[in-house]
């Protein structure tokens, strides 16, 4: 096995013992994170990038960015979607700033991302996902209430972290590998 190979498969064991350790810890509960911060610290936990700046960086998305509603009734995506597409930004930059070139075919796998995460799930929007309307003040009660995370919310960050591994493929071997 040549060493791209090795890398690949050192990569791939290290997002399916990620997504493992996900799947038992998660339907327990949130602890401390929520979609969008457990999305992007799983994955940058793989690439071997540990910051809590990370974690607080990314609650701020969870909830559709925190129960947005625009003017014009737009709803917010799920915290795991826009942590996806983050986490998209830096497997595909590696450990450089992104030149200006790059944008395009960053942006075509966020689409291809959210896409697919549409396809698995039917929308990406938060409140269609877990039925939840985090801009009502009892919106956060009743998740907790019903047990929303448990039940619903820690499968999108799951597989929103396969589906990232998926998507960046070849990129994330060159650039992490």
Request: aromatic share 12%; hydrophobic share 40%; glycine share 12%.
């Amino acid at each position: 096995m040549n060493a791209k190979n090795s890398d690949q498969v050192d990569l791939d064991k290290c997002f399916d013992e990620k997504i493992e350790e996900l799947n038992k810890l998660l339907p327990k509960g949130e602890q401390n994170k929520n979609c969008a911060a457990w999305t992007f610290t799983s994955i940058l936990d793989v690439l071997g990038l540990e910051n809590f700046f990370f974690n607080n960086l990314t609650i701020p998305l969870a909830g559709g960015f925190g129960g947005f509603k625009s003017m014009h009734g737009w709803k917010g995506p799920c915290g795991a979607v826009c942590a996806g597409c983050a986490a998209i930004g830096i497997i595909m930059g590696g450990q450089k700033p992104i030149k200006f070139g790059a944008k395009p075919r960053i942006y075509a796998r966020a689409a291809i991302f959210v896409h697919y995460f549409e396809k698995e799930f039917g929308s990406v929007i938060c409140e269609d996902l877990c039925g939840i309307n985090f801009s009502d003040p009892s919106g956060l009660q009743k998740y907790l209430d019903n047990d929303i995370w448990g039940e619903t919310c820690y499968k999108y960050v799951v597989k929103a972290v396969d589906l990232v591994r998926k998507v960046t493929g070849k990129e994330l071997i060159r650039k992490w590998g």
